[in-house]
């Protein structure tokens, strides 16, 4: 059926074979119980939102390109550098965390320097990775997650660069090889 021109898919459309399931969930098993380790081991936040899109794409094989370390940690490092300068130059210093926890946080300074961070921070990354053909979109999320302040300054910077570096390593150094070898690597991604 087309709807808007979009042709969903129903069950009839494919057999039945989990094969791809259970691969993407080996995948993120094996990605997020690394992570996991390391910040439990280092108390600190190797495990955030945008690793989530970023992890999908790489365990469905849903977009190949989004695989490559340069588009992964690339975009996932334009993001935090776009976030950072966004927060520093317009974010007035507060916390989403802050702001969102006060009773009736309507048009408030604080709220409007978030949401011209955040906004700062999309022009920044969107922009810089079209020039950069880094194109990973879930770093879009990673860009929000420091101009909200959520996560912030340099040692939050490099946390967020170097768990994207380690679930990019993990899933092309060790899962991708052991996928193949034991053939459990995702064969059709999704339309």
């Known amino acids: 059926m087309a709807v808007w021109g979009v042709r969903s898919r129903t069950l009839s459309d494919r057999s039945l074979d989990l094969r791809d399931e259970y691969s993407a969930a080996l995948n993120t098993f094996f990605h997020f119980t690394v992570l996991g380790i390391i910040t439990l081991a ?10 989530g899109p970023s992890a999908y794409l790489m365990a469905t094989g849903e977009q190949p390109r989004a695989e490559g370390a340069y588009h992964v940690i690339g975009g996932h490092t334009i993001a935090v550098v776009a976030g950072l300068i966004a927060y520093a130059v317009v974010g007035g210093g507060v916390s ?14 604080e709220l409007l320097h978030l949401a011209a961070s ?10 810089a ?32 660069v170097v768990a994207v570096a380690i679930l990019w390593v993990i899933h092309d150094r060790v899962i991708e090889p052991l996928a193949k070898y034991y053939g459990f690597e995702p064969e059709d991604a999704r339309e």
């Open 42 to 51: 280092t108390g600190r936040p190797f495990l955030f939102p945008s690793l």
């Open 96 to 109: 989403a965390y802050v702001v969102f926890d006060r009773p009736d946080p309507a048009f408030s300074v």
């Open 118 to 127: 955040a906004t700062v921070a999309m022009i920044l990354t969107t922009t």
């Open 129 to 160: 990775m079209l020039v950069t053909n880094t194109n990973h979109a879930a770093a879009c999320a990673t860009t929000l997650i420091v101009a909200l302040g959520l996560m912030g300054g340099l040692e939050d910077a490099v946390i967020i």
